[in-house]
């Protein structure tokens, strides 16, 4: 999976809307984020992620807590993560359950989360895509067997997060077999 572009509203500390353009790195398959400590990092693992799998990157929170409380309540909480597999992009958008500010009068509006995947090979910037899921349990099975990843061995092979690497080394052997065989495909072997 190479990661495209990263659009995140209203989620963690992000108030508006913030995008992650990883066309930017060209070619390199390898990249590394970092910065200060409170600087988003760990944010942007936690976008992808919940975009991905409706969860977090470390799994401590809820999808739900990802709502900034700085955010204007007018405005939806939603990740939007455009990646590619081989020659083929896929667009996911995600939104938690949450509440916003009623569109009529004054009051909150309890939202239930949503999810849409779209494939958008061949699509310019402004389209889409053809809809491959839009109910929550579709989707996920849908990511998971284009990535061939659960969430949390995506976690532990794609992602990394502050320090669990550690676990990945420290799991049973028959946990470290299976992620190892899904990375490197050795199911004919």
Known sequence: MRPVRLVMQAFGP????EVVDFGLLGPNRVFLIHGDTGSGKTTILDAMVFALYGDTSGG????????????????P????????????????????????????GSGMVSKQ????????????????????????????????????????????????PQGRFRELLSSGSDKREEILRQLFRTERF
């Open 14 to 17: 992000y108030r508006q809307q």
């Open 60 to 75: 401590e929170r809820r999808a739900e807590q990802m709502r900034c409380e700085a955010a204007p309540p007018d405005l």
């Open 77 to 104: 909480t939603e990740v939007v993560f455009d990646f590619s597999l081989g020659e083929r992009s896929y667009r996911v958008r995600r939104r938690p359950a949450q509440e916003v500010q009623s569109a009529r």
């Open 113 to 160: 989360a949503e999810v849409t995947l779209w494939e958008r090979t061949g699509c310019t910037a402004s389209e889409e895509g053809a809809p491959l899921a839009t109910k929550i349990r579709e989707a996920e099975t849908q990511i998971r067997d284009l990535l061939g990843f659960s969430c949390e061995q995506f976690r532990q092979v794609v992602v990394l």
